[in-house]
């Protein structure tokens, strides 16, 4: 890891994004002269959350700049568990969608575990699945969370540096924060193609002198909490590699309201090496993952059925 008195490398996680929507392209391309059909993702969304139909724009978005068909879904409020099942079954079933994902976090009254293992492992392009978490966590081929997989990727693209290298992982997540350990520490020789790094998992019960002392000795921090500046200089060691996964709207003083990470990004700027802003870092990131996958979705059922 390297070691600079300058201000840190911002990782650009939209113009990363940008490259690998372009590769997709290319691969989407090729996959449908082959004969295959335009893989199709369908988002279901329950309730009318505004920041939920946000981010489910954003994938629809991509899909359309890549080439991918995307239908939405969106339930009201009361939908019942049952119900919602149904419209996932139906899902299921229909040979013509490659992918489905629900947006999280879906209404109290519904179980969120239930709902992401009623969408087959096969086109579980969130990765919630639990065969797809229990292959990823065997070091076996399956889908991997996209937020996770986004991490690995900018790691990956930035060169930064992970074989033996010490990780701190903040939040211990099903959906984040679990994964992308896996991720950090399993054997780059096999399926998944880990980091080899040593992992280290912090989470709301670690102390704050003990989340600080972690922290000082990582070569790469990746948090994801969703507490605004949780993370700050003096806990970060020089030339660290910083990937702040959090991501929460506050009111400044002006009234107006912004996106935050969970890292003091303008304080820890001055001491780390790398480190990816919010917005723009690892969000985009997360997006194009699921593209990914989508394709990959696609691409395993098309092999399924030609044998």
Known sequence: MRFTSNMAQIIDGKNMANQIHSELCKELSQFVAEGNPVPHLTAIIVGEDPASQKYVEKKTEACKKIGIRSRTIVLPESTTQAELLDVIDKQNKDESVNGVLVQLPVPAHIDERTVCNAIIAAKDVDGFNEINIGRLALDMNGIVPATPLGVKTLLERTNIPTFGRNAVVVGRSKNVGLPLSILLHSDGSHATKGLDATVTICHRYTPAKELAKYCRQADIIVVAVGKPGLIT?????????????????????????????????????????????VPGGVGPMTVAMLMQNTILAAKKQAADRAN
């Open 233 to 277: 200089k003096d806990m970060v060691k020089p030339g660290a590699c910083v990937i702040d996964v959090g991501i929460t709207r506050v009111q400044d003083e002006a009234g107006k309201y912004k996106l935050v990470g969970d890292v003091d990004f303008d304080e820890v700027r001055q001491v780390a090496g790398h480190i990816t802003p």
